[in-house]
């Protein structure tokens, strides 16, 4: 059975930072996909970040520049670095997993692993 879990959300001041961990178990997570999303009650499921089986990242544009994906393969872990937080970053994220090919990375429908969510809220 494979569980996600996120930690490291919490309240910052806009220009802040903030550190995500994502925690897989019952997947090797350098032999998968995972990504962070974030959603608000406004607006739909969006794409943050990425990593693949390479270790090959994807950024979305809103937060290129200021956030960054990791892996730590020892602790099966997926960190999300975020710098220069705007009060627009405001939502919960979430973390999800899964064998998902490059070209599906974007789409929250084809990751079939998902964590209970972290709410980052950014002050202004």
């Known amino acids: 059975q494979v569980q996600v879990a996120e930690s490291g959300g919490g309240l910052v001041q806009a220009g802040g930072s903030l550190r995500l961990s994502c925690v897989v178990s019952?997947?090797?997570?350098?032999?998968?996909?995972v990504a962070w999303f974030r959603q608000t009650p406004r607006k739909e499921r969006e794409f943050v970040a990425s990593?693949?089986?390479?270790?090959?990242?994807t950024i979305g544009e809103a937060v290129k520049g200021r956030f960054a994906i990791s892996r730590d393969n020892a602790a099966n872990t997926v960190n999300l670095q975020m710098n220069n937080l705007k009060p627009e970053d405001t939502a919960v994220y979430y973390c999800?997993?899964?064998?998902?090919?490059?070209?599906?990375?974007?789409?929250?429908?084809?990751?079939?692993?998902w964590g209970q969510g972290t709410q980052v809220t950014v002050s202004s």
């Open positions: 999800a997993a899964g064998t998902i090919i490059y070209s599906g990375r974007y789409e929250p429908r084809n990751y079939p692993h």
């Open positions: 019952g997947l090797t997570v350098s032999r998968s996909r």
């Open positions: 990593i693949g089986w390479s270790a090959s990242s």
